[in-house]
């Protein structure tokens, strides 16, 4: 009676971890964003300490490490209040479009326009100049090819270009002031090249870009 019992407990267990393996699997793949979203990130420009919680539209995101970028949320098209840092912003998005949420070392949050982007043929470059000094240029890190001119402070530029790996730098005029190790710029994906002071000298930061869907 015992090993009948023994056994069908194990026949159960055989026929049901696959299913739960499989809803466990399920979870790791959220639905995509849905037709005529907006997107939304928030950048941590201040090295003093993480972000613990940005929220807008009731949804946050949560302990955004300094220098560092959160993954993109989305939310239907329409005026928002951003609450982060202790500080708000109001933002108004539009459907099919992106923008970004830069928390200032000074505590500012500043919104920027991002560029959407569906091109699986090309990679796409987009560079912010978080410093107060301008114009400032992306280059290759031995400065000798322009892949952004003459961005002001506080403003985006974008540009496609050619799936490879190169190590780019910033630069005022002709003075490199701050390089990244190689990157692989990869076909159909976005990468952000955010230049800005930590403590008193520029840094150059790489992050792909990234949409969580989950949240």
Not at 2 to 10: E, G, P, Q, R, Y
Not at 58 to 73: C, F, H, V, W
Not at 82 to 93: D, I, N, T
Not at 133 to 147: H, M, N, R, W
């Amino acid at each position: 009676m015992h090993s009948s019992i023994k056994a069908l407990t194990l026949l159960l267990i055989f026929l049901l971890t696959p299913l739960a393996a499989q809803a466990g699997e399920d979870a790791l793949y959220a639905a995509e964003a849905p037709d005529g979203a907006a997107f939304i990130r928030v950048v941590n420009a201040d090295i003093k300490g993480t972000v613990p919680e940005a929220s807008i539209g009731g949804k946050s995101l949560k302990d955004i490490e300094p220098l560092q970028a959160s993954p993109y949320i989305y939310l239907p098209e329409g005026g928002y209040q951003l609450s982060v840092a202790g500080r708000s912003a109001q933002v108004s998005m539009k459907k099919n479009q992106f923008y970004t949420a830069v928390v200032m070392d000074s505590g500012e949050v500043m919104i920027l326009e991002d560029e959407a982007f569906n091109n699986p043929r090309k990679a796409l470059i987009s560079f912010y100049n978080l410093t107060p000094d301008a114009p400032l240029s992306l280059k290759t890190a031995d400065g000798k090819v322009d892949v952004i001119k003459g961005l002001d402070s506080m403003d985006v530029a974008n540009r496609e270009i050619n799936a490879v790996k190169v190590s780019l730098g910033a630069f005022d005029d002709g003075q490199a002031l701050a390089t990244t190790p190689p990157v692989n710029l990869q076909r159909g994906k976005v990468f952000s090249f955010f230049i800005l002071e930590v403590e008193g000298s520029p840094r150059l930061i790489v992050s792909e870009n990234k949409v969580d869907t989950s949240i």
